[in-house]
């Protein structure tokens, strides 16, 4: 039985962390596509406000309907700006995300070239002994063939 590889249980760690930070990345990008949307939402919705607004001032409007439209407008400025401010947050976090798991990537390469270097390592020491095993065998029928035809010089 070859050696076990002595960092395996860090080897799996690494792989474990590298699973766990792209699923987190995944949950990230999505949240992120969530709040862009959300922002693009309230962008068309206050353009078409706007939109409306504009063609009610052309037909005239009441005092109180243009303070009302104003102030809706001026709601909608607010929750913009707000979701604005949570899309470049999500994208931060996003970025944070993305480079967690490339560290988590990086050191499980680390892990996974040390591993393949041991597992390299056993089958040369194999390989060694095979060919030591091979030798020996051709020496000893070598050496039964020439005490069959008589030869006796070693």
Avoid: C
């Amino acid at each position: 039985m070859s050696p076990r590889f002595h960092l395996q249980p860090l080897l799996d760690l690494a792989q474990t962390r590298t699973d766990e930070a792209a699923r987190h990345l995944g949950e990230l990008l999505a949240a992120e596509r969530g709040v862009a949307q959300k922002l693009q939402m309230l962008e068309d919705y206050r353009r078409e406000y706007n939109d409306r607004f504009v063609e009610a001032a052309r037909e005239g409007l009441s005092p109180d309907a243009w303070r009302n439209y104003g102030a809706f407008i001026a709601r909608l400025d607010e929750a913009i700006l707000a979701q604005r401010k949570l899309v470049e947050q999500s994208h931060q976090l996003t970025a944070q995300g993305q480079q967690h798991w490339l560290d988590q990537r990086n050191k499980l390469k680390a892990f996974d070239t040390l591993s393949q270097r041991h597992q390299a390592g056993l089958a040369r020491v194999e390989a060694r002994q095979e060919q030591k095993m091979a030798d020996e065998h051709a020496a000893r029928l070598g050496r039964a063939h020439r005490g069959v035809n008589g030869d006796t010089t070693d």
